[in-house]
């Protein structure tokens, strides 16, 4: 009988720990047949040990090895030319990746058949394989990361008085039925790779940055933090109504909330770009990557029909008295601009998920304008600046005339002077 290493093949001269990395390689690729008491050259010197070393590998495998893989490994005996060897036929598993324990899910922990080769697998590899076993639901697939810290996470649940222990994690899903931990547990925990960038923008568009920042850890730090800074650009803005001062904010605190916990939330984490919030001085934009779930339309969210992408994320955020998850959000947005002229805006591509939040104290004053007035204001949606003649063209009114508009405008704050004589140009105030 001739023995050869190949795809299907190991041979082992004598038993080491280093038969872990093939018995993962055959689990995670085709499976085989590891041979101990035989050469690389084929020749077979035997076992001297056989109960003793069958004792040793089963145990190494049963400790080293995550997921459990013991169900596709077998034991056997063979006496050839008088020798006695062991085979330990592994079949291919179905919870790919296989690693070893004490690396975890990455390169050096991992390993495949190539030819007659056990090598690492590569990131690409890893992640196919885990779709593959876990499918493709981002928020139960294994996490590459298995070191996590939940301290933001505890704080949070002890908040509701609701523990986190391991069976905890298992029921709400940051971690699958053999404790490895999820992209749920992840996203969760202190480690979480997502972030959320904002920026303050001085006037209406991307030009002039007055803040940024970058949020990165928990999601619920992130929500904090989140919160925390758009809260400081939310102004109060007062008016006095005869003897009375009313205090009114650029934007309602439940439309923020609201908006801010649909980016989180509801988002596509399978992408690793950033959740964007961009605030202008007439408008807040959140933007999540993720378009509509399959199966819902715009009008469904409208009225207030709910189906998560994250069903666990979103449950986790209901149980700590977050979110409803009935739908309510996207209604009650709407309901804080009930009395308002302008509406929220909801914009929806294949991949991307956008609220724009008008700034109400913003709005009061653009509705004193009169009709000649806002015709000017819509220019700038697509000028940097404005000049008298292109009022006169614009609205068909006459160079005294274009002069009051614009003057009118200067005096109610809206725009501002640059220049002077035939330079003269309008912009907006800043």
């Not at 996490?143 to 505890?154: G, M, R, T, Y």
């Not at 790779?193 to 001085?202: E, G, N, S």
């Not at 916990?261 to 988002?267: G, T």
């Given at each position: ?21 093939c ?33 040793k ?5 049963r400790?080293?090895i ?5 169900m596709f ?6 006496a050839?030319?008088?020798?006695k060897i ?8 179905t ?15 991992i ?22 076993t ?25 908040m509701q ?19 490895i ?10 480690q979480c ?10 006037g ?24 925390e ?29 609201e908006a ?22 007439d408008?807040?934009?959140f ?54 002229p ?7 591509t294949d ?10 104290n ?6 004193q ?24 063209e ?37």
């Open positions: 009988m001739e023995l050869i290493e190949s795809m299907t093949s190991e041979l082992k001269r004598e038993y080491t720990p280093n038969i872990n990395k018995v993962i390689a055959f689990a995670n690729t085709n499976g085989g047949t590891i041979y101990i008491g035989v050469s690389n050259d084929g020749k077979i010197v035997g076992v001297f040990d056989i109960d003793g070393t069958l004792l590998i089963s145990n190494s495998i400790d080293s995550k997921p459990d893989v013991t490994v077998d034991y056997q005996q063979e050839i030319d008088n020798k062991i085979k330990i036929i592994v079949q291919k598993g919870s790919c990746p296989y690693y070893l324990a004490n690396k975890g899910i990455r390169p050096e922990g390993y495949i058949r190539q030819g007659a080769s056990t090598v690492p697998a590569t990131d690409t590899t890893i992640l196919r394989m885990i779709k593959e876990d499918g493709e639901k981002y928020e139960e697939v294994r996490s590459l990361n298995q070191e996590l810290l939940f301290i933001e996470a505890v704080k949070m649940f002890n008085n609701i523990s986190l222990e391991t069976n905890h994690k298992k029921t709400l899903g940051l971690m699958n039925a053999d404790g931990y999820t992209n749920l547990g992840l996203l969760l925990s202190d790779t997502h972030t959320i960038k904002l920026a303050v923008f001085d209406l568009k991307k030009v002039v940055f007055k803040d940024r920042r970058e949020f990165s850890g928990s999601l619920f730090k992130q929500l904090h933090d989140t919160y800074f758009i809260d400081r650009y939310n102004r109060n803005r007062s008016e006095i109504d005869k003897l009375h001062r009313i205090d009114k904010r650029d934007y309602p605190v439940d439309a923020v909330r801010l916990l649909n980016a989180l939330v509801h988002r596509d984490y399978s992408f690793g770009d950033s959740t964007l919030i961009s605030i202008f001085d408008r807040i934009e933007v999540s990557i993720g378009g509509l779930v399959k199966g819902i339309t715009f009008d469904d969210i409208l009225l207030g029909v709910s189906v998560a992408r994250n069903k666990n994320l979103a449950n986790i955020f209901y149980r700590l008295s977050l979110i409803e998850v009935y739908g309510t959000g996207m209604p009650k947005i709407m309901r804080s601009y009930d009395k308002i302008l509406k929220p805006r909801i914009e929806v991949n991307a998920f956008k609220i724009t939040l008008p700034n109400i913003e709005i009061s004053v653009k509705t304008l009169n009709n000649n007035e806002r015709a000017v204001m819509i220019l700038f949606e697509n000028k940097d600046f404005i000049i008298r003649k292109n009022i006169e614009e609205l068909s009114v006459s160079q005294p005339m274009a002069v009051r508009i614009l003057n009118g405008l200067v005096n109610k704050g809206m725009l501002q002077i640059v220049g002077g004589g035939k330079n003269t140009r309008y912009i907006l105030y800043k």
